[in-house]
C-alpha cells in the first residue's frame, strides 16, 4: 500500500525567508511520480511542482524546488523568497499504477508573517 | 487552460435526500476523480473514472455512486445522504499518461453539509 506521511500540521515563517515542507513517502513500486499542491483559504487545489522517480534532477518551477531524496523517500519541497500569498495548505501526493490515481498527506498549513 | 467547474460551491441538504454532485471538465482528460477532504485527514479518493461508463472504486466508496455518460462530466451521488457525510468534494481530472502528463486538475471544490 502506498503511504505519504508530513509530519508538520503547521509552519510559520517569515516573509522573504526559506521554508521546507517535509514529505515522506512509502511504496514498493519502483515507477512513481511525486507531487505538490496548494490549497488556499478559496479552496481550489494549485498543482505546484512534480518529481518522477526517474528523473535524476530534482525539479524546480520558479520559487519552488522540491528537494528528492530517493534512498530515504523523502520529497520536500523547497519555497525560496516566501511571500504572504503562500500562506496555504501544502500537500504532498503520490501516483503510482495505472490511472493516475494519487495518494495524499494529511497537508502543511503554512503560515507567512511580516 | 484546464478548467474544472462543480455545480455548487456551497451545498445544504436534510439526512435522507438523495444528493448529485456535479464535475465538468474542458480539456478532454480520459479520468476524473471524486475526492472529499476532512480536517487531519487530507484528500480520500471515493471513485475514479478513466473512460466513459468505466468507474473504479477508491479509498472510501462506501455510501456513495458515480455516473459518467459523457467524457467531460462526472457525477457523484450520494443516494441517501447522511451527517458523518458533511464534508469538502472536490473533483478532479487528468490525461491518461505517464509522469507528468498525469497531474491532476482541481475543481472549486463544493462544501456539503447534511443535516
Known amino acids: 500500500a502506498q503511504k505519504i506521511t508530513q509530519t508538520q500540521p503547521g509552519m510559520f515563517v517569515q516573509e522573504k525567508e526559506a521554508v521546507t515542507l517535509d514529505c515522506t513517502y512509502d511504496t514498493s513500486d519502483q515507477s512513481y511520480g511525486l507531487f505538490w499542491y496548494k490549497q488556499p483559504s478559496s479552496g481550489e487545489m494549485i498543482f505546484l511542482i512534480y518529481q518522477g522517480s526517474y528523473d535524476e534532477q530534482n525539479a524546480t518551477e520558479g520559487r519552488y524546488s522540491l528537494n528528492f531524496q530517493k534512498a530515504r523517500k523523502s520529497a520536500n519541497l523547497v519555497i525560496s523568497a516566501s511571500q504572504l500569498g503562500d500562506s496555504a495548505m501544502y500537500f504532498c501526493a503520490m501516483e503510482t499504477g495505472t490511472a493516475s490515481k494519487l495518494t495524499f498527506g494529511t497537508g502543511t498549513r503554512l503560515q507567512v508573517t511580516l | 487552460d484546464v478548467k474544472v467547474t462543480q455545480s455548487s460551491r456551497y451545498l445544504v441538504k436534510r439526512t435522507g435526500e438523495k444528493v448529485f454532485l456535479e464535475c465538468v471538465q474542458d480539456?478532454?482528460?480520459?479520468?476524473m476523480f471524486w475526492y472529499r477532504q476532512d480536517p487531519g485527514l487530507g484528500l480520500r479518493l471515493i471513485y475514479f473514472?478513466?473512460?466513459?461508463?468505466?468507474?473504479e472504486k477508491g479509498d472510501i466508496p462506501e455510501g456513495y455512486s458515480v455516473s459518467r455518460e459523457k467524457k467531460e462530466r462526472f457525477s457523484l451521488i450520494l443516494e441517501s445522504a447522511s451527517t458523518n457525510q458533511t464534508s469538502m468534494y472536490l473533483c478532479?481530472?487528468?490525461?491518461?499518461?505517464?509522469?507528468?502528463?498525469?497531474?491532476?486538475?482541481f475543481g472549486p471544490g463544493t462544501r456539503l453539509t447534511v443535516l
Open positions: 480539456m478532454d482528460h480520459e479520468n
Open positions: 473514472s478513466y473512460d466513459v461508463k468505466m468507474k
Open positions: 478532479a481530472s487528468s490525461l491518461l499518461g505517464l509522469g507528468k502528463t498525469d497531474t491532476q486538475y
